[in-house]
């Protein structure tokens, strides 16, 4: 319990990298301009450190921001769950480790910013405060303090939170917990649950799921890992994904798109947050990060000299159906 | 010629076959040189390797409306290219269980490794997805009565 308020160390770190040229931007969380959420800050200038934030609103992976153009060596503000990704990254040589300063923060769960709503007495416009103490989260509103609690009020995957110390850092500011919490996991729970329904009735789940999607891409961009410059969804030559969703093609979008973060995806669950209908994106995910883990024993970005598991084999992988292993 | 052109066309259920040019491709053709009875409902794509086979080929076949998807290659050990199709059977283990996960009917895909010599096995396989294509359609039809 040495750093109660990690915030001060936080802006006074970001300052010190900008000041001596260690970092060319820093990437880290402020407070949205009208409802005092926090939203992603990318800065430059020395000065602007005072307006970075971090509190258990902070669910953005900020991953997604050292990628493609950014000024390089960036500064990054991580959770322990978010160094998964830098690490994948850096796996597939997509960033490097000497272009990243990586600030982990230290996290016991980010709680659903949805829950404000429903805790709030009336309707708020503007967040004044945020305070942790213990388990609790007061989110001090112009409309009354709404109580959320670290336990209760978490996001899905920081349940169980299952990688609580960063796997990569530069600097650790704040107290990371030493264990996960052993609580269960409702996103293996809802793994489950699919499966133990008959396959008739997981096709026609799936079947609705896809079919109220809007193919806006707001998982595909806000993925942390889904950082190929042409997507295949967006090929013309040959066009694998029709442009309008009338077309079809929702289905062969969300099914390659589970493939291609099959032993990538570090479950930040940043897709289903963004959906704007709500569908269960994390369903599949999970449950290919389970199928990865089983068959090659690969846990995505929690080992820095990990290679990706789609990119090695072992004589003895698990074979095809009918085939005993090795040769048959 | 059109009237065979034309049975060809309608050929019912539709299995498209991505075949490696090494192993399976040769297989097939092994089992057509030697004479072997299986059903016509074949649209063989030869590819080099089955590393070349993109998860995204299986799905984008049966999104196109193709009844089955067959993706065969060199058995482990055998690969032209030493090691091509353990890198596939990686991609297609996997893309099993996603099939399997989303509840694909499995009579709607099968990936085999089929060698060069096993025209005899190539040609059981073809039978035996046609046949699980042929049951279910029935019991489709059934349902409907």
């Known amino acids: 319990m040495s750093d109660p308020d990690p915030v001060p160390t936080l802006r006074a770190k970001a300052r010190e990298l900008l000041e001596q040229g260690t970092v060319r931007a ?22 602007q450190a005072e307006a ?9 992976n900020l991953s997604r921001y050292v990628q493609g153009g950014a000024e390089k060596p960036v ?32 996290c016991t769960g980010i709680v659903d910013a ?7 007495r009336a309707p708020w416009r503007r967040i004044e405060a945020i305070r942790t103490d213990g388990d609790a989260v007061a989110v001090e509103t112009d409309a009354g303090v709404a109580r959320l609690s670290l336990t209760e009020d978490l996001l899905p995957r920081c349940v169980a939170c299952p990688v609580p110390q960063p796997v990569i850092d530069d600097v650790r500011l704040g107290d990371f917990p030493e264990a996960p919490p052993g609580r269960p996991d409702p996103l293996a729970a809802q793994v489950a649950e699919i499966e133990a329904m008959g396959r008739d009735e997981r096709r026609r789940f799936f079947s609705e799921t896809y079919n109220r999607c809007i193919r806006c891409y707001a998982c595909r961009n806000v993925c942390p890992l889904c950082f190929c410059e042409k997507c295949f969804a967006d090929e013309t030559r040959p066009q694998w994904v029709p442009r309008s969703t009338l077309g079809g093609g929702n289905e062969l979008y969300h099914m390659v798109r589970a493939m291609h973060l099959a032993g990538r995806c570090i479950g930040c669950g940043a897709c289903e947050r963004a959906c704007p209908v709500g569908l269960p994106l994390m369903a599949v995910n999970t449950k290919m990060a389970q199928v990865v883990d089983g068959m090659f024993g690969h846990v995505a970005g929690v080992r820095m000299d990990d290679t ?10 698990p074979d095809l159906p009918g ?3 090795g040769k048959s | 010629m059109e009237a065979v052109q034309a049975q060809h066309e309608d050929k019912r259920p539709k299995i498209v076959a ?28 030869r590819v080099p390797c089955s590393g070349r086979v993109d998860p995204l080929f299986v799905l984008k076949a049966l999104e196109q409306g193709a009844d089955a998807v067959l993706v065969s290659g060199c058995h482990p050990g055998d690969c032209h290219y030493a090691k091509g199709n353990y890198y596939a059977r990686r991609r297609l283990t996997a893309l099993l269980e996603l099939l399997e996960f989303t509840g694909v009917p499995p009579h709607k895909y099968r990936f085999e490794w089929v060698s060069a010599s096993e025209g005899k096995e190539f040609a059981q396989v073809i039978r035996e997805m046609v046949e699980a294509l042929n049951a279910a359609e029935q019991k489709a039809a059934m349902a409907h009565v």
């Open chain 1, 114 to 120: 949805a829950r404000i709503d429903e805790r709030a």
């Open chain 2, 18 to 45: 991505f075949l490696c040019n090494w192993c399976s491709y040769a297989g097939a053709d092994l089992a057509g040189s030697g004479r072997m009875d299986y059903p016509a409902n074949l649209r063989v794509i």
């Open chain 1, 308 to 317: 990706p598991p789609f990119a090695v084999y072992r004589d003895a992988d």
């Open chain 1, 26 to 47: 820093v990437v880290g969380y402020q407070s949205h301009a009208e409802s005092g959420l926090p939203v992603p800050a990318v800065i430059t200038r020395p000065d």
């Open chain 1, 75 to 106: 500064a990054v503000v991580a959770k322990a769950c978010d160094t998964r990704a830098l690490v994948v990254m850096m796996q597939e040589s997509h960033i490097r480790r000497e272009d990243v300063f990586v600030i982990a923060m230290g």
């Open chain 1, 52 to 60: 970075l934030v971090f509190n258990p609103l902070c669910a953005h």
């Open chain 1, 323 to 325: 085939h005993g292993g």
